[in-house]
């Protein structure tokens, strides 16, 4: 009879590595947002938030003490239980993408190596997609328990907008899966160590992946399922307090994360360029180069959280119609052609370049 045995020190590192990467999603969700204010500041050659402590760096503070003491309302109408799950949903939902993200190689502390990841499955990125599709729910539940026109409105734009740009994301990726041979995160880090990124090989699914990143995290110029001028505040407008903080949060959090996946897929992940990482890991030692790395990586997902801020002051919101039609009738298509054109290259290419 064989009793299932618990390596405890390994459950005890796990729970540490989900502790640190949630605790610091929030906090850089939570930062976001005064970056995202100093940011359009700049933009509209105005101050920005500047009163709460030092540049204002206290912002954030600010806002989650006044939304915690916020007065909760829970319309009378609404359905009580699901009003509450929507949030819920959508706050889970965004931090657990970050379960399969290598946020570096690996440490050496005591005689054992520990991985920068929490879980290294091998259908990571069918992990990623299940993750992301379960989060509609949390904005569909919301919008429907408010018993309200306007956030059933809002919500029903936000799963029809999702589901349709996950459509032309998958199958950009399906070009990228049939370059790598593989689902697993970590592997396709490694590939591009070993050889090019993933963007030289794969630049128009970079691009229509990153088109439908903006639509999945509803950030302008998607914003159509919380358009003030003509849906109040679409799919949250009956929310307060922190259950309109989980909503708020959940967009950050997800803008995080999704330029975390970005960066793995098409920009080698931790990998730093221009650096031979294996020589530099001999002679420094692995901590140092995975310290260093982890340092590369959160680089590379700031320059992405500046370009979802960039393009939200810069460009406008698009009309619903046109929302559709680039999804449908522009992105699809794209999609499907760069999936066709990778398969005859790979096929040329194993035939020799001969037809």
């Known amino acids: 009879m064989h009793i299932l045995t618990i390596d405890w020190t390994e459950l005890a590192e796990k729970t540490i590595l989900i502790v640190v990467v949630v605790l610091v999603s929030l906090l850089v969700a939570m930062y976001s947002t005064y970056f995202e204010r100093k940011i359009a500041a700049f933009i509209q050659d105005r101050r920005g938030p500047n009163r709460a402590g030092p540049f204002g760096i206290l912002q954030p503070v600010a806002d989650g003490v006044k939304l915690f003491f916020k007065e909760e309302i829970i319309p009378t109408f609404s359905s009580k239980f699901l009003f509450i799950l929507g949030p819920a949903i959508a706050m889970m939902t965004a931090i657990m993408i970050g379960a399969v993200i290598p946020w570096g190689n690996k440490l050496h502390f005591f005689g054992r190596d520990i991985s920068l990841q929490i879980t290294d499955v091998n259908i990571g990125i069918l992990y990623v997609f299940g993750i992301v599709s379960l989060g509609v729910y949390g904005i569909m539940i919301g919008g429907w328990a408010s018993n309200n026109k306007y956030s059933l409105l ?39 160590i070993d050889h090019l990124w993933n963007i030289f090989k794969q630049p ?3 691009l229509i992946f990153l088109i439908c990143a903006f639509a999945e995290t509803n950030r302008t110029p998607f914003d159509l399922s919380e ?23 959940a967009e950050y959090v997800n803008m995080f994360l999704s330029s975390a996946v970005m960066v793995t897929l098409f920009f080698g992940g931790y990998d730093i360029p221009f650096f031979n990482d294996a020589a530099h890991t001999a002679s420094w030692g692995v901590n140092v180069m995975a310290i260093l790395q982890g340092v590369v990586f959160f680089a590379k997902i700031v320059c992405f959280i500046f370009l979802f801020m960039w393009v939200r002051w810069t460009i406008p919101r698009f009309r619903y119609d046109q929302l559709m039609n680039l999804g449908w009738k522009i992105l699809l298509p794209l ?8 398969g005859a290259i790979i096929l040329l290419h194993q035939n020799h370049w001969h037809f």
Do not use: C, D, P
């Open 154 to 192: 809002g919500a029903m734009r936000a799963a029809s907008q999702i589901i349709s740009y996950e459509l032309a994301m998958g199958i950009a990726l399906i070009a990228l899966l049939m370059i790598t041979g593989t689902l697993s995160l970590r592997t396709m880090v490694n590939q591009q």
């Open 204 to 206: 128009l699914g970079f």
């Open 227 to 249: 358009a003030e001028n003509e849906l109040i505040g679409g799919y949250h407008s009956e929310y307060s307090s922190m259950k309109l903080g989980f909503y708020l949060f």
């Open 335 to 342: 999609a499907l052609a760069n999936m066709l054109l990778t």
